[in-house]
């Protein structure tokens, strides 16, 4: 169901910062509250790549840091993680609903180590940009266990240009995926449960209303407090078919909570996080913790991630310009190499065997000629000569 003026629950991501006395940072206590308003004390932002914006959300954490998907950056090696250092990346920030707090250059863009552009494991990274001076803080949803209910929103900017913002696309969504069917339709997903949120829900695109793309972020609500909690990942579309065809899509979302140390380890400082159950919380230590990452995919899928507002060619197309090559494009091309060798096979096979032919025949005229037996001329009996008067008259048979 869609919120307008329902409830929305973005109280432990409200960013409005006071500033004590002595300068230090204080938190705003997380609590839930009705209505739209809750978004006009919140912060949200997009990933613009050279002036235009992306469907890219940025997860904030500080006024200068903030995650995105990996996908969303450009690449001159993307299996190198080798980033286009040509591309202008900017983050936009709104305030609210539709007010805007600034627009800052990207200073640099780091993406997961262990981030796999043909899988799209690990589909996380850090970008880090400018800000106006003041400080700000969102939280990150740091324990699955404690979301009892998931928030999705998608912001979009009406004008990139003047950053200025469109309402915001919401809804809240409980019910219990299809695990099997999302796991049958992604390898990533089947190995990965707990780091991958999955579901089908879309929202139309600013760029296109016929086309409906998945909401960019979730946020996991545990009353009365509510975190960012995910990103979108990438897409599965059966049949090989086109994200905004009449295909079955099943939508991704990588979970942010054990990349924080990742984060922290860049960034030099703690991440904010939120979570309940102080005893019981457990968490990833790890900066270099990985998901697993499948050796293959699945027969008959369509793959997508990334910008979805500028995609216009399949994941295996998009790899293989970024440097990087699908199982099934490397597949095909094996398979292309062969049918070409085996091609030029036969027909240096019946070449070589024409030439064989030409030469027996060759052979046989030149040297047949010598080799020939010259049989002895026959000499049969002597003529009779008519003029003679001895000739007999008859001759004796022979036999």
């Not at 400018?130 to 803080?137: D, L, R």
Request: include cysteine; charged fraction near 15%.
């Amino acid at each position: 169901m869609k919120l307008g003026t329902s409830l929305l629950t973005l109280a432990a991501g409200l960013s409005s910062v006071l500033a004590g006395s002595v300068g230090e940072v204080h938190y705003p206590t997380l609590f839930r509250r009705n209505g739209t308003e809750d978004l006009q004390s919140f912060k949200g932002a997009v990933l613009l790549k050279n002036g235009e914006q992306t469907s890219c959300e940025v997860a904030l954490m500080y006024s200068t840091f903030g995650f995105v998907s990996a996908a969303c950056l450009d690449y001159t090696d993307a299996s190198a993680k080798t980033i286009n250092t040509t591309t202008n990346y900017e983050v936009a920030i709104s305030s609210g609903l539709t007010s805007t707090y600034g627009r800052f250059r990207a200073s640099k863009v780091t993406p997961n180590p262990g981030y796999d552009p043909v899988s799209y494991a690990n589909n996380i990274a850090l970008v880090e940009f400018e800000s106006n001076g003041s400080e700000f803080v969102n939280y990150i949803a740091s324990w699955r266990q404690d979301w009892v209910e998931f928030y999705y929103t998608r912001r979009s900017l009406s004008n990139a240009a003047s950053s200025t913002w469109n309402s915001p696309a919401t809804t809240m969504y409980n019910a219990q995926p299809d695990l099997n069917a999302c796991a049958q339709a992604n390898t990533l997903f089947m190995h990965n449960q707990k780091d991958l949120i999955c579901n089908e829900l879309s929202t139309p695109s600013i760029m296109n209303a016929s086309c409906s793309i998945p909401y960019a972020s979730i946020y996991g609500v545990n009353d009365p407090n509510a975190a960012v909690a995910a990103l979108y990942s990438h897409s599965a579309v059966e049949n090989d078919g086109s994200l905004c065809g009449n295909e079955k899509v099943y939508n991704y979302f990588i979970v942010m909570q054990n990349y924080v140390h990742w984060a922290m380890s860049i960034m030099g400082k703690k991440a904010p996080v939120f979570h309940t159950r102080i005893p019981e919380y457990t968490e990833v230590l790890d900066p270099g913790y990985s998901m697993i990452i499948p050796k293959s995919s699945v027969e008959g899928v369509a793959v997508y991630a990334g910008d979805l507002y500028h995609l216009d060619s399949n994941p295996a197309e998009a790899a293989e310009e970024d440097g990087g090559l699908s199982p099934g494009a490397i597949a095909g091309i094996i398979l292309g190499l062969l049918a070409l060798l085996a091609l030029l096979g036969f027909f240096i096979y019946k070449k070589l065997r024409e030439r064989y032919e030409s030469n027996r025949v060759r052979r046989w005229w030149f040297f047949g000629r010598f080799e020939k037996e010259e049989k002895p001329e026959e000499v049969g009996p002597p003529m009779a000569d008519p003029n003679d008067p001895q000739r007999p008259s008859t001759y004796p048979v022979q036999f």
